[in-house]
T-cell receptor, first 115, second 114 residues
């Protein structure tokens, strides 16, 4: 069992390019999340999905989009990357039951540099 | 929306001392408060969590206390060891629509010197 995997591990991207960060979990969790981590700012929620077919906006959604076609995958797309999107991106997943979230498990992260 | 404040941003202690990290939150509807530890270059890992129907929870050298009236919660680490050195994040749940997500504090860098 792999848990949560993310790809790529790291990427250098030219500004203006489109990029999709991949996230896959094999724990059959119904909820998935994307965070970005910047020094001194902690982890900030970008987008979330409570169940396949639904998504929602977090604290910093601008410039990012997500989709949730099935339970296992939750890709994050930067339509036109800008240098301020340079960050470490973490995907996470958890179960939700009766309105309560269970432990969120994090993927290994993707280090993205936009030049 | 939910806002989580975490203090201090850095904390240095001697091995064997106790360490306390405090967080406040703004949304009275929050009902789940986890703490994560992140070592350099690694992913955040849950170390302890508490739900709104409990005032305190312990796990060996780690404890968390919650004061819902004051909207603050704290992490207590006793008998600190060098391997406790890491960045610690608190978080509070929000309830977007039918599910929940987490809003994190900005983190506390704990350094334990031997």
């Amino acid at each position: 069992i792999a848990g949560i995997t993310q790809a790529p591990t790291s990427q250098i991207l030219a500004a203006g390019r489109r990029m999709t960060l991949r996230c896959t979990q094999d724990m059959r969790h119904n909820a998935m999340y994307w965070y970005r981590q910047d020094l001194g700012l902690g982890l900030r929620l970008i987008h979330y999905s409570n169940t396949a077919g639904t998504t929602g906006k977090g604290e910093v959604p601008d410039g990012y989009s997500v989709s949730r076609a099935n339970t296992d995958d939750f890709p994050l797309t930067l339509a036109s990357a800008v240098p301020s999107q340079t960050s470490v991106y973490f995907c996470a997943s958890s179960d939700i039951f009766s309105g309560f979230t269970d432990t969120q498990y994090f993927g290994p992260g993707t280090r993205l540099t936009v030049l | 929306g939910e806002n989580v404040e975490q203090h201090p941003s850095t904390l240095s202690v001697q091995e064997g001392d106790s360490a306390v990290i405090k967080c406040t939150y703004s949304d009275s509807a929050s009902n789940y408060f986890p703490w994560y530890k992140q070592e350099l270059g690694k992913r955040p890992q849950l170390i302890i969590d508490i739900r709104s129907n409990v005032g305190e929870k312990k796990d060996q050298r780690i404890a968390v206390t919650l004061n819902k009236t004051a909207k603050h919660f704290s992490l207590h680490i006793t008998e600190t060891q060098p391997e406790d050195s890491a960045v610690y994040f608190c978080a509070a749940s929000i309830s977007p629509q039918a599910g929940t997500a987490l809003i994190f504090g900005k983190g506390t860098t704990l350094s334990v010197s031997s």
